[in-house]
């Protein structure tokens, strides 16, 4: 029979692709979502990629009964991938309490969960934010973090820690942080990708979206770092690359090829790009010209961080394969297919 794997946050960006690639590994994919930043048509778009619906239920993981109760309902469930949380940086400077109490309280709710219903293993989004500003680069997993610079970013070291101590203390659980650098594209489908709320404050969606004319001009933020071109610089990973390395993740604690119980990984190219590269990319790419102008740097920015992905790739035997081309161009389809342009 098919292992049953729950996907929460399995309607957004990163968590849909996820789940068009657990299902092509022939696995039984539960999806929990409260819709706070998705949207329910997810759900008919892995349809059409996938041929298969997942089950799904809407409720908020930062409610311990609605979440116990599920997995009451819900037997057989060997292991979680938890990408539900809120993850907007400027805004979590506003309402932290709302990021503190989302993103920490409903990973605490599915550890509590584990332990009560047998369900041993997690894979847990993190982020390269955790490292801040590196005094080496490229950074390999045991670059020391760095204090947060956002109330967003400290959810992700808490929650890093959190699950470090509880599976430290409940051995029967076994968890995997995926640090993602910047996951960016779309699948190649175009029947699902990213879906900012309001104005983007990631370059590609902001990019893709000037493109197609709902914004002025890109506003690149800073040219006089220390890179390449005075631009940031960044890793930037294929969302569907990135969604395999879940499946890989997954096989791994299924199989018990873990080495420890909690590991960490890295999650990205190994290669770092300017802002400005990225600009030219999209244009040769597409072959649409982007209106763009310097700025002043952003606040709370780094200057430059990429991915040593060497423990990635020997370990899960996984690699980013897609090229910036490809994907930049499959974030532009995207964009073309949402707002209706031949
Ligand atoms: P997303 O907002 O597209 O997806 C998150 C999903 O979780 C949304 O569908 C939202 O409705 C749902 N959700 C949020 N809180 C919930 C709750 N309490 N109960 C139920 N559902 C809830 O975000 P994404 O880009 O797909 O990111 C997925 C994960 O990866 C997040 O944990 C994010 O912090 C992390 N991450 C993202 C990036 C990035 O640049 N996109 C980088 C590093 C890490
Ligand atoms: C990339 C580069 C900007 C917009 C954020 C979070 C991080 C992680 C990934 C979740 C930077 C520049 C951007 C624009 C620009 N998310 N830029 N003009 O800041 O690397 O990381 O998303 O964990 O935690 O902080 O990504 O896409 O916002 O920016 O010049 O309109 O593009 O300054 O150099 P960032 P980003």
């Known amino acids: 029979m098919a292992k049953k794997i729950l996907v929460t946050g399995g309607t957004g960006y990163i968590g849909s692709h996820t789940v068009v690639e657990l299902q092509a590994s022939g696995y039984d994919v539960v999806v929990v979502d409260n819709l ?16 298969i619906k997942p089950q799904f239920e809407n409720f908020d993981l930062a409610d311990s009964a609605k979440t116990s109760d599920f997995f009451a309902r819900n037997a057989g469930i060997e292991a979680i991938i938890h990408f539900a949380a809120y993850k907007a940086v400027g805004e979590s400077v506003g ?51 760095k204090d947060a610079e956002s109330p967003y970013g400290n959810t992700k070291r808490v929650s890093e820690d959190i699950l470090n101590d509880s599976i430290a203390a409940y051995p029967e659980i076994k968890g995997i942080a995926l640090r993602y650098f910047n996951p960016i594209g779309a699948h190649p489908t175009a029947l699902i990708g990213e879906l900012p709320l309001g104005v983007p404050q990631n370059l590609v969606p902001f990019i893709t979206q000037t493109a197609a004319g ?3 001009e890109l506003k690149v933020f800073g040219n006089d770092y220390d890179t390449i071109d005075g631009s940031a610089v960044r890793d930037y990973i294929n969302v569907v690359d990135l969604a395999k390395a879940h499946v890989i993740a997954i096989e791994r604690l299924l199989e018990g090829k873990n080495k420890k119980n909690y590991e960490i990984f890295n999650l990205g190219t190994g290669t770092g790009l300017s802002v400005l590269e990225v600009v030219t990319g999209f244009e040769r790419a597409t072959g649409v010209k982007l209106n763009y102008k310097i700025v002043d740097r952003r606040a709370g920015d780094v200057e430059k ?16 394969e897609k090229g910036l081309d490809e994907t930049l161009l499959s974030a532009w389809n995207w964009e073309k297919k949402v707002r209706g342009i031949k």
Do not use: H
Request: glycine share 4%.
């Open 214 to 216: 709902l914004r002025d």
């Open 305 to 320: 961080i990429w991915a040593d992905t060497t423990f990635a790739n020997e370990e899960l035997g996984w690699t980013a």
């Open 95 to 145: 309402v932290p309490l709302n990021y503190y109490r989302n993103n920490l309280v409903s990973l605490m709710n599915l550890l509590d969960c584990q332990r009560k219903f047998n369900v041993p293993n997690i894979v847990f989004s993190s982020s390269c934010t955790v490292y801040g500003q590196p005094e080496v680069l490229p950074v390999t997993e045991a670059t020391p973090r």
């Open 36 to 51: 706070s930043n998705s949207s329910i048509d997810v759900l008919d778009n892995i349809e059409k990629i996938s041929g």
